[in-house]
Structures are given as C-alpha cells and as structure tokens.
C-alpha cells in the first residue's frame, strides 16, 4: 500500500533542511524542475563522486566524457528519437488537461506495455478510465517528448536539433575519438554524468519524474561473444553500489523486461526497481544495447564505428552493456532509506541515517555558547583542525545545543562536536577534549581532539 505520507514528509524535509527546492518558486513555480540546495548539492556530488569511483576510477579501461548538451540533429535521426521518442497521451475532455495514458492504465492494474495506440484506447472504454479528475477522457495523441531548440540567427536559416534527451548518444558520437586519442583495447567503456531533457507530459512524484535530470551513464563496449558474462559482471557491480551507498536493498528488486517488452536496440534488459512510496518503480536500468547504436551511426554518418583487434587484425563491431541511472532518483530513493522517526530524551524526533562518505556533512561543530569568545574562539581553532580531515565539517551555533542536534540530525551529520568550558581547562583533566556526539544513537563521549579525528576516518574509510 502506497505511504504518500512518506513522500510530503521527504520532500517537506529536502525543502525545510536546504537539499532541494521547487524551481521558480517565487513566480509560483515550473512544474518538473527542482533547485538543489546548499545540502542537497554536497550530496548530490558525493553521489556522483562515489559512482565514479565505483564505475569508472576503479575500473581497468573505462574512460569519461563530457559531450555538449546539444547535438547535431543528425544524431537524433540517427538513433530514432526524432521519429519516434513518444508518450501516448489523452486530454481530459472537461479540463483540457493532458495526461499520459500509459501512466493512467498503470494506475489502474493494467500492463500497457506493447499495446497500440487503439489498444489503449480500447483498455480505457473497457474499464471506464477517468482523467484524475474523474472526466472523461479522449483519444490517444503522440506527444513529444524531446525539446526542441535552434542553431543560427534567423528562423529560415538556423539548424534544428533538440536538448538532449540522454546521455548515451554523445558516448556513442564520440567512439572513434575515444580508439584514436586514448588507443584502449577491447572491452573498454565510455562514461559520462550529464544533464538531459524531457518534455514530459505530467512530471510528477519529486525528483523521480521530472523534465531536466542529471544521468551517469556508461556504455562497455565489449567482444559479442563476451556480452552475457559481462552483463552480469555489472549487474553484481549495480548491486554492490547500491548497497554501499546506503539505500535499504531490501526494497531493491531487479525486474527481468520479457522479450515483448524490450527496447528496439535492447537483446536483453535488468531494471533494478526500488518501492517508492507511490509504488516500485525503476531505479537503474542494465540494458544488452547490442551493435544497434555503433550500426546506425555507421549507416548515418558513413563513418566506419568499428574496433580493429590488434592481435587478429580483424575489425569488430562490439556490443554494448549498459548501466544508466538517474542521480535524481537515486538522491530520493537515498533520502527514503535514510529517513529515520524515532524517539530521544522522551521525544520525536527526525534524522538521516545517510552513511558517513555519502552524508553532506561529516561533523559540526559547535562552541556551547557563542556569546562567550573563549568558548567560540577555541571552536574555530577544532573546526579548522577537523577539516584537515575532511572540509564538509560544519559550524552551527544557532539557538541552543539540543536545537542544533536536532537540525543536524535532519541533515544527516554523524557527528556533533562541542565545545564547552571543560575543553578550556574548567576541569583540568579534561582540557583540551570535546563532547562528540553520535548521530544514530545520541550517544555522547568526552575524546580528545586526536581521537575525533580517528572517529571520522574511521567512519569514512
């Protein structure tokens, strides 16, 4: 059963806390586009850093890029999203309001995939399907889900192409430039994190559908032969990252797509799906591409994609293994899994339970009085002694201690250092300590400034 409860209470949080606010907000808003916050950006990048870490620094013969956000749109013919990257849509016929249709099927127990136009249609009459709104509803429409733009100074004369509406093209484009500048051999991947752009009819449920996302994409270029092995090589690194990152695996589910339910350029695909409040839903995508995107641009271009084996001199047209996935997705199904209500001190209260490499601070820290300058000076002495540690070590001396635990504990700090008058020698014995904190338990232990140290590194390695 759905929890939309959950789901006000995060985005409540994301706004409250400083991660992520709605765009245009003061002129009312834009629907489908957020803002990331002070919070949110730190922990937006530390989600990027580990995945690269993960996908492309720790791996033997991966290679990032960084392509432009608008192609030729050449490009877009080439691998059939000007033709054909659509939704099915229908108009609420009292409203004027549109809908996805799929999405409204789904909603209702019903499978759209592989249906046509008219059987959409047909699935709606039979089971009396009503717009959000309870209307009635009319036929299905294609809708376009690229954003169109143009190259050049006047209307007559300018280029038409589109914002991006993925990432893997401009790996695709950039094969040949990847064999002749870097010479890596096969299997090999290209990686690249970058912003994309959909039109979508109803965005809707935060960060998960929205019209401007960021992907971390990387297509593994790999021998045809080797395809299967590799696939499920990293189908268990997905798994292992996501695990590591700190999201609750037991609402991670992978989803095998039925042959009838494949992508044109798909042999074989693996959603990993996680149970979003509104319903499970994909998370990250593992498609077998095949050659299909080399081959069209080959076809397009008529410029040869291919990989030449330096040990059998034989030219290869390699397949292509897939792991996509959303940063926006992760970020919520992220903020799901930390979202922790408990009780302390006899009372409620709210925290993150983010892992300490993905938390967007690593410590606080705090003077137990900030109008008493011994107290606040000595503060900033640890704060800057900390971040030799790590920078994201924060300074909070807004309102009273118990306030700032608990504002820390909402950003998912796991570690709150004060200092107070025994730090400065008020107890000879324990000068030059602090009271640290922990998040998850509350739990507070009177250590030295070396051994706070030691408590972060730990928690980091």
């Known amino acids: 059963m759905a929890d939309l409860s959950l789901m006000e209470k995060i985005v409540s949080l994301a706004k409250r806390r400083g991660f992520v606010f709605p765009g245009s907000e003061i002129y009312g808003g834009l629907a489908g586009t957020y803002d ?11 989600i990027v850093r580990s995945w690269k870490e993960y996908f492309v620094q720790s791996q033997e013969n991966v290679y990032e890029v960084d392509s432009s956000l608008i192609l030729s749109g050449d490009v877009w013919k080439a691998s ?3 033709d054909g990257f659509i939704d099915p849509m229908v108009k609420d016929l009292e409203t004027g309001q549109n809908y996805r249709a799929d999405h409204l099927l789904e909603e209702a127990g019903i499978n759209p995939s592989g249906m046509s136009d008219q059987d959409i249609e047909e699935a709606i009459k039979k089971n009396n399907i009503k717009s959000p709104d309870g209307n009635e509803l009319g036929g299905v429409s294609h809708f376009y889900l690229m954003l169109p733009t143009q190259i050049g100074a006047a209307d007559e004369s300018a280029h038409k192409t589109y914002l991006r509406p993925e990432t893997a093209q401009g790996i695709f484009v950039n094969f040949k430039n990847i064999i002749d500048s870097i010479h890596p051999k096969l299997p090999f991947g290209i990686a690249q994190v970058g912003k994309a752009f959909r039109n979508e009819i109803t965005p809707r449920n935060f960060l998960f559908r929205v019209r401007e996302f960021e992907q971390m994409e990387l297509e593994y270029f790999t021998y045809p032969e080797q395809a299967k092995e590799d696939f499920e090589t990293w189908k268990n690194t997905i798994a292992a990252w996501l695990k590591e990152i700190g999201l609750n695996m037991n609402k991670v589910h992978e989803y095998e797509t039925p042959s009838e339910d494949l992508s044109h350029y798909s042999d074989r695909t693996v959603d990993f799906q996680f149970d979003f409040p509104f319903g499970r839903s994909e998370l990250y995508g593992l498609a077998n591409r095949t050659s299909y995107d080399l081959k069209k641009h080959s076809e397009e271009s008529g410029v040869a994609l291919e990989y030449l084996d330096p040990e059998t001199n034989m030219k290869v047209l390699p397949y292509v293994i897939e792991p996509s996935v959303g940063v926006g997705r992760v970020f919520l ?3 799901l899994s930390a979202y922790t209500e408990d009780e302390l001190g006899g009372e409620t209260r709210v925290l993150l339970k983010l892992p300490a490499k993905i938390a967007p601070v690593k410590a606080m820290v705090s003077p137990l009085l900030k109008n008493k300058p011994e107290l ?3 503060a900033r002495e640890v704060r800057k002694e900390l971040q030799k540690v790590h920078p994201a070590i924060a300074w909070d001396d ?3 201690i118990g306030k700032r635990y608990r504002r820390q504990d909402e950003i998912g700090t796991p570690f709150c250092i004060t200092i107070d008058f025994d730090t400065l020698g008020e107890t000879p014995e324990l000068k030059d300590t602090v009271t640290l904190r922990h998040r998850d338990t509350g739990e507070q232990e009177r250590l030295t400034i070396e051994d706070v140290k030691k408590r972060i590194i730990d928690a980091l390695a």
Do not use: I, Q
């Not at 990331?36 to 530390?46: I, S």
């Open 36 to 46: 990331y916050g002070p919070f949110g950006v730190a922990l937006r990048d530390n």
């Open 80 to 82: 059939g999203h000007a």
């Open 333 to 335: 199904a992220l903020l």
């Open 376 to 378: 606040v000076e000595k």
């Open 398 to 400: 807004n309102g009273n």
